[in-house]
């Protein structure tokens, strides 16, 4: 009942979670009017590429617009990068460019039964060279003569007459046409070091709940631009529109390259919009100044999203 308590509010998000999850946002760099780190209290720092996704307005454009992070009412913290799907946010290893992921739906349980795996498809994410994948095959209709005699069933999910298995993906045994007889196959995740590298099926059927217990770890690479932008005390930041990076600058100002760049674009607030216009703050005579507005619009596949408009240039 708490899960499903927990996946209602998420889903209701938009609604529910704007002014009850606001409070529980920790931010830890004053010193930024614009994008820092921050934390859920029981959660890592949060920074670029990732950001939090229930601000007011949700700053979008402090990070890769997937890596959109929630703050859970009990501190925790909730990344949903395809909808409908959640996982706790355990660790996030900025020097690594990894993070580390445990499914919403199964965590906590001795005997946990894979819904997922984790589709990465085309999010800017990898998976680690510390996971290793399984494959579980459900309700499965096996008989004496048909069923591997040495391959263990998960007893703690038979189902009247059906078992189900798990095998390292790819290790399946021979001889049985599991695709054919089994009524479902799920593919997860999990961490090396959680399964014995002797055990075979008889270590997996006792060793799985806990690795996926344990979660999973991903990485992202970070790009040279950020690594100059950060190297100058800056943060860096992401045009969802344009797909370019930003360096935000501690003076306020927001940079396409690093902040000691003289070009910059000024972050001005307003009461419609925010405005991002360009600066120079050498001799501007002869040059060009360009005015970008950034408009918050309302997605229904979003909560929020941001739309970088030229609006106009002009001459001095």
């Given at each position: 009942?708490?899960?499903?308590?927990?996946?209602?509010?998420?889903?209701?998000?938009?609604?529910?979670?704007?002014?009850?999850?606001?409070?529980?946002?920790?931010?830890?760099?004053?010193s930024?009017?614009?994008?820092?780190?921050?934390?859920?209290?029981?959660g890592?720092?949060?920074?670029?590429p990732f950001?939090?996704?229930?601000?007011?307005?949700?700053?979008?454009?402090?990070?890769?617009?997937?890596?959109?992070?929630?703050?859970?009412?009990?501190?925790?913290?909730?990344?949903?990068?395809?909808?409908?799907?959640?996982?706790?946010?355990?660790?996030?290893d900025?020097?690594?460019?990894?993070?580390?992921?445990?499914?919403?739906?199964?965590t906590?349980?001795?005997?946990?039964?894979?819904?997922?795996?984790?589709?990465?498809?085309?999010?800017?994410?990898?998976?680690?060279?510390?996971?290793?994948?399984?494959s579980?095959?459900?309700?499965?209709?096996?008989?004496?003569?048909?069923?591997?005699?040495?391959?263990?069933?998960?007893?703690?999910?038979?189902?009247?007459?059906?078992?189900?298995?798990?095998?390292?993906?790819?290790?399946?045994s021979?001889?049985?046409d599991?695709?054919?007889?089994?009524?479902?196959?799920v593919?997860?995740?999990?961490?090396?070091?959680?399964?014995s590298?002797?055990?075979g099926?008889?270590?997996?059927?006792?060793?799985?709940?806990?690795?996926?217990?344990?979660?999973f770890?991903?990485?992202?690479?970070?790009?040279?631009?950020?690594?100059e932008?950060?190297?100058?005390?800056?943060?860096?930041?992401?045009?969802?529109?344009?797909?370019?990076?930003?360096?935000?600058?501690?003076?306020?100002?927001?940079?396409?390259?690093?902040?000691r760049?003289?070009?910059?674009?000024?972050?001005?607030?307003?009461?419609?919009?925010?405005?991002?216009?360009t600066?120079?703050?050498?001799?501007?005579?002869?040059?060009?100044?360009?005015?970008?507005?950034i408009?918050?619009?309302?997605?229904?596949?979003?909560n929020?999203?941001?739309?970088?408009?030229?609006?106009h240039?002009?001459?001095f």
């Open positions: 009942m708490l899960k499903l308590a927990l996946f209602f509010l998420l889903v209701l998000f938009p609604l529910l979670f704007h002014s009850s999850l606001g409070n529980n946002i920790i931010n830890t760099t004053s930024s009017t614009l994008c820092g780190t921050k934390s859920c209290p029981n890592p720092n949060i920074s670029y950001w939090l996704s229930h601000g007011s307005p949700p700053q979008e454009y402090c990070g890769y617009p997937e890596f959109g992070l929630i703050c859970l009412d009990d501190g925790n913290t909730i990344f949903s990068p395809p909808p409908g799907l959640y996982y706790y946010v355990k660790h996030i900025y020097d690594n460019h990894s993070i580390k992921l445990i499914d919403f739906d199964t906590n349980q001795t005997c946990p039964r894979a819904l997922h795996g984790f589709p990465i498809g085309n999010l800017p994410l990898s998976h680690s060279s510390l996971n290793l994948n399984l579980f095959y459900y309700n499965c209709s096996t008989s004496t003569t048909s069923h591997p005699s040495n391959v263990p069933d998960i007893s703690c999910l038979r189902q009247g007459s059906k078992e189900s298995f798990v095998f390292l993906k790819g290790n399946e021979k001889g049985f599991w695709s054919e007889r089994c009524e479902e196959n593919d997860v995740t999990v961490m090396k070091d959680e399964i590298s002797n055990g099926e008889y270590g997996l059927v006792s060793e799985f709940g806990r690795a996926m217990n344990e979660g770890v991903l990485e992202w690479e970070t790009e040279q631009t950020c690594k932008c950060e190297a100058s005390e800056g943060y860096c930041g992401y045009s969802s529109t344009n797909k370019q990076i930003l360096c935000f600058c501690k003076d306020g100002t927001v940079r396409t390259d690093n902040c760049d003289n070009n910059s674009v000024k972050y001005v607030k307003s009461s419609n919009s925010s405005q991002l216009a600066s120079h703050e050498d001799n501007c005579k002869g040059k060009q100044e360009q005015v970008v507005e408009n918050y619009r309302f997605n229904s596949c979003r929020w999203s941001i739309t970088y408009n030229m609006h240039t002009l001459h």
